[in-house]
């Protein structure tokens, strides 16, 4: 990376910060990205399945196990294939949603992390200035 006096800098050097911080920020945008597309996944996973939220979800799985049931019953195979596909899509769903939650948990742990990790690096810094 070139800075404004058209030096060289590289990530990691005094001037940019330290590698920790560099890898941090590079890390978080991807995570945030990748979190970002889950959401929207979920969302339109979501409309599919023409539910608002993933409240419902519960709910709607245990009706359809009954519906898909009560076809086999009822000798109407055709109606439980598509309710098992149905069902399917909402196990999908909710698998989703539990991965995003633990991404999310995830996220914010390693960056309470790396606050700590950065306040310890500051406070090192600080003990080495006033050697």
Wanted: aromatic share 6%.
């Amino acid at each position: 990376m070139i800075n404004p006096n058209g030096q060289e800098k590289f990530i990691g050097s005094k001037e940019n910060g330290n590698i920790s911080t560099a890898t941090a920020c590079i890390s978080k945008e991807g995570k945030k990205s990748e979190l970002r597309e889950l959401k929207t996944q979920l969302k339109h996973g979501l409309q599919m399945c023409k539910m608002k939220d993933m409240t419902q979800i519960g709910e709607r799985m245990k009706r359809t196990e009954e519906r898909i049931q009560q076809y086999y019953d009822e000798n109407r195979v055709n109606e439980a294939e598509q309710e098992t596909t149905y069902l399917n899509e909402l196990k999908q769903l909710k698998v989703l949603s539990e991965e995003i939650s633990l991404k999310i948990t995830v996220f914010f742990s390693k960056a309470i992390d790396q606050l700590n990790l950065s306040e310890l690096e500051n406070r090192l810094k600080y003990g080495l200035e006033k050697c």
